[in-house]
T-cell receptor
């Protein structure tokens, strides 16, 4: 069974600085998706970024980018120029490409942004 | 275009009571999901429906039932609520590109 591990329960970053959130996963499949979701205090789950495993190029969305290391099964999220609005829970998630199966989530990392 | 709509947003039940959480999507996607979120546990899948007319158990299905009424609607029912079912519940729909889109969540408290 696939698993997703986020080893940092909490992280803190100074406004305008850069922070990296870690995520590792375990799977025997070669074709899958990886995601980062943001959950602010409003509790809405917001998609931040997605990566398809067959793509070697790391995904980027404005200030958010990932470092996808397929062989190491690592998928970290880098937030550049951190803003107060980035403060939230961040969840890493895995989904098999093969089926209509569900997203498997890590337990989350709580990010605080200091002014 | 509201995406995924869940009702109710908040509910308080007594042990043994029943209730149904409603979910509707307007993006015409085939797959729909029900998750629960508990502190320190992330989101865990209760049930999902790959397409209209089909449902499958997820990681934590005990104490729940679901109905995929049509392509738009996927409801979650608690027949006899227990305090262990106090949680935040999320409905989601799955896009063809792989990601899931979530509703705003429903906070359920069972006393």
């Amino acid at each position: 069974a696939q698993t997703v591990t986020q080893s940092q329960p909490e992280m803190s970053v100074q406004e305008a600085e850069t922070v990296t959130l870690s995520c590792t996963y375990d799977t025997s499949e070669s074709d899958y998706y990886l995601f980062w979701y943001k959950q602010p205090p409003s509790r809405q789950m917001i998609l931040v970024i997605r990566q398809e495993a067959y793509k070697q190029q790391n995904a980027t969305e404005n200030r958010f980018s990932v470092n996808f290391q397929k062989a190491a099964k690592s998928f970290s999220l880098k937030i550049s120029d951190s803003q107060l609005g980035d403060a939230a829970m961040y969840f890493c998630a895995y989904r098999s490409h093969r089926s209509q199966g569900n997203l498997i989530f890590g337990k989350g990392t709580k990010l605080s942004v200091k002014p | 275009n509201a995406g995924v709509t869940q009702t109710p947003k908040f509910q308080v039940l007594k042990t043994g009571q029943s209730m149904t959480l409603q979910c509707a999507q307007d993006m015409n996607h085939n797959s729909m999901y029900w998750y629960r979120q508990d502190p320190g546990m992330g989101l865990r899948l209760i049930y999902y429906s790959a397409s209209e007319g089909t449902t499958d158990k997820g990681e934590v299905p005990n104490g729940y039932n679901v109905s995929r009424l049509n392509k738009r609607e996927f409801s979650l029912r608690l027949e006899s609520a227990a305090p262990s079912q106090t949680s935040v519940y999320f409905c989601a729909e799955g896009s063809q590109l792989g990601e899931l889109f979530f509703g705003e969540g429903s906070r359920l408290t069972v006393l």
